[in-house]
């Protein structure tokens, strides 16, 4: 059975940092592509990073370059998304979501359960 | 960039009936890269279709996709109560994936 399970949330500062966790099972890991999704309080879906199989390629949204790294390991079956400079606007439940393949490809098969960041003073 | 919008915002219907959702895209997919997904309250979305079209495993056959070009739709033919939750869809396009902004399905 596949397994995403998310760590590392909690409450913030304006201005510091997480690092939030993904820790995956049942399924090779090594083989898919992944991604971070995020959803603000009574608001919708928003993509937020992706990574590639072996982490060679990473795309973020807009919203968050250049204050968000993905990154994973493979050998520990994990995802992290370090996330620095952080905004009150980055509250959210973080998704981690398994890129499909084949004709799945570029969409989310398989999700955790999400871990709450609180960005407040 | 890309901009998926979904109406109706909110949807009403019995259980029973027939539920339509649009996707309307900002301009034409040129690719299959249209999915749509399922959240209840407190849980993480489900995929239901990908491919516009294809149902996920495990997803029942009342759940349909269609469209193409800037006009996409997700259609339930007979409304189950488990079936009462918010709809997204989401395109994946020249490295980003957008979702749109969701159509709330409730209880009439």
């Known amino acids: 059975e596949v397994q995403l399970v998310e760590s590392g949330g909690g409450l913030v500062q304006p201005g510091g940092s997480l690092r939030l966790s993904c820790a995956a099972s049942?399924?090779?890991?090594?083989?898919?592509?992944m991604n971070w999704v995020r959803q603000a309080p009574g608001k919708g879906l928003e993509w937020v990073s992706y990574?590639?199989?072996?982490?060679?390629?990473?795309y973020y949204s807009d919203s968050v370059k250049g204050r968000f790294t993905i990154s994973r390991d493979n050998t520990r079956n994990s995802l992290f998304l370090q996330i620095n400079s952080l905004r009150d606007e980055d509250t959210a439940v973080y998704y981690c979501?398994?890129?499909?393949?084949?004709?799945?490809?570029?969409?989310?098969?398989?999700w955790g359960q999400g871990t709450l960041a609180t960005v407040s003073s | 960039d890309i901009v998926l919008t979904q109406s109706p915002g909110t949807l009403s219907l019995s259980p029973g009936e027939r539920a339509t959702l649009s996707c309307r895209a900002s301009?034409?997919?040129?690719?299959?890269?249209l999915a749509w997904y399922q959240q209840n309250p407190g849980q993480a979305p489900r995929l239901l279709i990908y491919?516009?079209?294809s149902r996920a495993t495990g997803i029942p056959d009342r759940f349909s996709g269609s469209g193409s070009g800037t006009d996409f739709t997700l259609t339930i033919s007979r409304l189950e109560p488990e079936d009462f939750a918010v709809y997204y869809c989401?395109?994946?396009?020249?490295?980003?994936?957008?979702f749109g902004q969701g159509t709330k399905l409730e209880i009439k």
């Open positions: 989401q395109y994946y396009g020249s490295s980003r994936y957008t």
């Open positions: 301009q034409s997919l040129h690719s299959s890269y």
């Open positions: 491919a516009i079209s």
């Open positions: 049942g399924f090779t890991f090594s083989n898919y592509e």
């Open positions: 990574i590639s199989s072996g982490g060679g390629t990473v």
């Open positions: 979501a398994r890129d499909g393949v084949g004709q799945l490809d570029g969409h989310f098969d398989y």
